[in-house]
């Protein structure tokens, strides 16, 4: 096996209810935290730092910074049902609306939690 053939694909999760389990009518394809995308967006968080010198950090930064790096991992989604966004049943798959979706600290958890699971990156 070449092993510079590894490289992570992309998954799909569909979002749950935190309190059932029930399905949402949300599912949202994930690309690796390690995909160059992320990475891309993980370097300018930390050059952005690093310019900014010592005791910087707040947790607000921090925070906001992990928001980032979750919203560079979601590649698309797809709303079915009742599924909505606000008022939109079909929003686009953008910075603004993916920080919408990941305000809500239920469902960034799922989507962290994916996104910890890298095995599930390099199944076929």
């Known amino acids: 096996m070449d092993l510079l ?3 992570p694909n992309t998954i799909t999760i569909d979002l749950k209810h935190p309190a059932t389990g029930a399905p949402l009518g949300v599912s949202v394809e994930l690309q690796s935290l390690e995909s160059d995308a992320v990475k891309a967006v993980e370097r300018a968080l930390k050059n952005k730092a690093l310019r900014g010198g010592r005791n910087t950090v707040t947790a607000e930064k921090i925070e906001d910074n992990t928001i980032a790096l979750l ?11 009742d599924a909505m966004l606000g008022d939109d049943k079909k929003p686009a798959c953008n910075d603004a609306n993916k920080r919408k979706l990941l305000s809500v600290p239920a469902i960034a958890k799922q989507i962290d939690n994916a996104l ?3 095995a599930a990156f390099f199944g076929s």
Not at 71 to 81: D, E, K, L, N, R
């Open 116 to 118: 910890g699971d890298e």
């Open 71 to 81: 919203s560079a991992a979601i590649v698309s989604w797809t709303f079915s049902g």
């Open 5 to 7: 053939s590894l490289n």
